[in-house]
């Protein structure tokens, strides 16, 4: 693990500890490129730290705070988020500095004695409420809750003095924090890490976004990721769009297969074909070989799909269901799917596909499904050409 030191202002401090080391993220999200802890410092006549790190970056996260503290002792720490990767070194902090006061809000509270027990007595609680402000000085911090986005207890803070949003989960990437960071490699990772663990939220991201629009925000410090600067439009784009369930992509099409001995997968292929002679944007996706967060992603990105997928004991091959159930988990609508199926005697994954589909929101499913036995022949082109000529309409 490394530190990196994000100066945001001449007040404020970005601690980032690059975990390299972790190979799951949750215990389910794979990180090939690591994950950033991040907390920031506020000097003012009042000094705040802004949370803390996960349990596993905190010998490195506690020398990197108290080598820019020098000696001197927080008057502060406010807690945006009790999930462990953010919350997980409070009480090791509280005991280093006992006389800092830590802040947070009712459910803020109850939650961390869930975790450490007693460690934050009672005299040096400070709760807040919706709207509430602390002065540090110059600075002064506004805190605006944000229950389910993406835990009940969940706030963000801003600096009116820097037009600084401290914003939580919201914005995290996943990914190391380094120099370079842009809003081009920004994307991928942040769409994967928001609707893999946001998504589920919408509304109350939609809600959040309203009360930031009346606010002027110079930078965003989340709580995993590079700070963003600079023109904040396309980040905030693409937040309203992903916690709307809009598509980025309306006509791009995902082609998700789940193929026991690979014929349907070549099936999929050959429909994938088809879809781009006609013009179509088209990602294809084995959901044997891939994890299922980067098909969630993708499936959101996309605003079509057709998926694939082989009858197995007469239910659904378990990498297009545990998809499915990802898909609805997280509140999937808003798209149009078509369905190929196959089945060597008694073929049901079209029905059982249709049928999960039909318990997501505003899913159209097209009238034509392909229904292949055991592997494609040139019989079951014609339907798959009309599926393709409708899926493209549509």
């Not at 905030?236 to 026991?260: F, G, M, N, Q």
Request: contains cysteine; hydrophobic residues 45%; charged residues 20%.
């Amino acid at each position: 693990m490394n530190v990196y030191k994000t100066r945001v202002s001449d007040a404020i401090l970005g601690i980032s500890v690059n975990d390299t080391e972790i190979d799951l993220f949750e215990s389910q999200y794979p990180v090939p490129g690591g994950v950033s802890y991040n907390s920031y410092l506020i000097r003012d006549e009042k000094t705040a730290v802004m949370d803390t790190a996960d349990p596993r970056a905190g010998d490195v996260w506690m020398e990197a705070l108290e080598a820019e503290l020098a000696g001197q002792a927080p008057d502060y720490l406010v807690v945006s988020h009790v999930e462990p990767d953010h919350a997980g070194s409070v009480a090791r902090l509280a005991a280093r500095y006992p006389d800092m006061q830590v802040v947070g809000n009712a459910k803020t509270f109850a939650y961390l004695e869930n975790f450490f027990p007693g460690a934050i007595a009672a005299g040096r609680r400070v709760t807040v409420k919706d709207g509430d402000t602390l002065c540090l000085g110059s600075h002064t911090l506004h805190f605006v809750f944000a229950p389910m986005v993406h835990w009940p207890e969940v706030m963000v803070s801003y600096e009116e003095k820097e037009k600084v949003l401290f914003s939580a989960d919201g914005f995290g990437r996943f990914g190391v924090v380094a120099e370079g960071d842009s809003f081009a490699n920004w994307v991928d990772d942040s769409r994967r890490y928001f609707l893999n663990i946001v998504g589920k939220y919408g509304p109350q991201v939609q809600a959040l976004l309203k009360k930031a629009a009346g606010l002027e925000i110079s930078r965003i410090c989340p709580l995993h990721g590079p700070v963003l600067t600079g023109d904040l439009a396309p980040y905030l784009s693409l937040y309203d769009t992903w916690s709307s369930y809009k598509p980025e992509d309306p006509a791009a099409i995902l082609v998700a297969s789940a193929s026991i001995h690979g014929h349907t997968r070549e099936a999929a292929h050959r429909m994938a074909e088809k879809l781009r002679a006609a013009g179509a944007s088209v990602t294809e996706m084995d959901l044997t070989r891939t994890d299922v967060s980067y098909a969630v992603a993708e499936a959101f990105r996309c605003g079509k799909m057709v998926l694939a997928c082989a009858t197995y004991d007469g239910f659904l091959f378990p990498p297009m269901e545990a998809f499915l159930t990802h898909l609805k988990t997280k509140n999937f609508q808003n798209r149009t799917a078509g369905l190929l199926e196959n089945g060597m005697w008694a073929p049901m994954a079209g029905k059982l596909m249709g049928a999960a589909l039909a318990g997501m929101k505003n899913i159209t499913v097209c009238e034509h499904t392909v229904s292949i036995r055991g592997a494609a022949h040139p019989c079951d082109e014609a339907p798959m050409d009309a599926l393709v000529s409708e899926i493209i309409a549509r």
